[in-house]
Each structure stands twice: as C-alpha cells, then as structure tokens.
C-alpha cells in the first residue's frame, strides 16, 4: 500500500514538471486592450500585423494560442477558419497569436488557418505577457495562454475568455461580436 502511495506522490510530483502553470488572470472585460505590432502570416505570405490598424477597420477578434500544430491549437485554428466568413460578415476580423517563429506560423496560417485569418508570431510570449495571457514552462520558457479577446474599435475589451479546451472559444467571441454589432443597429 506503502509502495502505491509512494508511486502516485512521485507520479503526481513529475507531472508538476511537465505541465506549464498559467502565470496571471487574462485582463478583463472593460480594459484598454494594448497596442502592438508583430511579424504576421496571411496564406502564408507574411507581412506587419498592427492592431491599431486592424481596429479602423472593425472588431477584432484576438485569440492566443500556446503552440502551432499541436491537436488543440489545429482544431481551434480549422473552428476559427470555419467561423471566419460569419466573423467577416459581421464586421469583425480574426487573428491568432502564439509565441512561435514566423516561418512555423506562416505554415500554420496556410494550411490550419486554411488562409482564412493572419496569424501573428509573438518571440517570447511578449505581446500574450501584456494581455496577461502567458503560462510558463518549468524551464522558464513563456508560452501563449489560450485565451481569447473579442475587442471593439475603441480598444475597449468586450469579451476575454481563457479555457485550455479550444471548442468553445469561437462560440464565446461570436456571441460577444454579435452583441456588439446588435448594439450599433
């Protein structure tokens, strides 16, 4: 019994070193979303993301993700690509963001983003760590939280949503865009 005891508490200890810890609560509903810049991917052609500039054209809808090409990070990619014409049609634009290098997002962007929405490059989890939406690894290295934000034009957070399970995000920021849009009517 002893030896079982001992086996789970050793188990439980090990697993402590694999799985990342979430460092902060994403910010909330209300807040002034930050500004930045990254190197970004749309259909595989990179270019400079800025969302000051992606605000004039509408909301936007800013999904973090820890890393591409892992089962979550794909299934959240191909639901935000499926649900990326309704987004459109609502006035509202898709981006993802993960710490990864630019040539693996730009893959990414091609072939699970199915060339639907950009999907940015954030070196070090800078960007995610001003959105308070960075785990880190026992090693130290940061990586992108899954957490998602649906932010109006104003920069004004409408919607943030954090959930390591990927089904639900699209749901959430649709309904968020949805309110919004019903409001400007």
């Known amino acids: 019994m002893l030896t079982k005891l001992a086996l789970v508490a050793g188990l439980s200890l090990s697993l402590t070193h694999v799985v990342p810890t ?34 004039k054209k509408g909301p936007v809808v800013l999904y973090f993700f820890p890393a591409a090409f892992t089962p979550g990070c794909t299934m959240e990619a191909h639901l935000f690509a499926e649900a990326s014409d309704d987004f459109n049609k609502l006035g509202a634009r898709v981006v993802g963001v993960t710490a990864g290098n630019i040539e693996r997002v ?3 962007s091609k072939s699970e983003c199915r060339d639907k929405f950009a999907v940015a490059s954030d070196p070090g989890a800078a960007v995610a760590a001003r959105y308070d939406a960075v785990m880190q690894r026992p090693d130290g290295t940061r990586l992108s939280n899954r957490t998602s934000f649906v932010i109006a034009p104003d ?24 309110a919004w849009k019903a409001k400007r009517r």
């Open 22 to 55: 979430v460092a902060n609560a994403a910010l909330q509903q209300g807040a002034k979303a930050p500004d930045f810049t990254l190197k970004a991917a749309l259909g595989g052609k990179p270019f400079s993301l800025s969302l000051r500039q992606m605000l």
């Open 106 to 108: 730009a893959e990414f």
């Open 155 to 178: 920069g004004t957070i409408l919607l943030s949503y954090t959930d390591s399970k990927p089904q639900a995000h699209v749901e959430k920021t649709m309904a968020a865009v949805r």
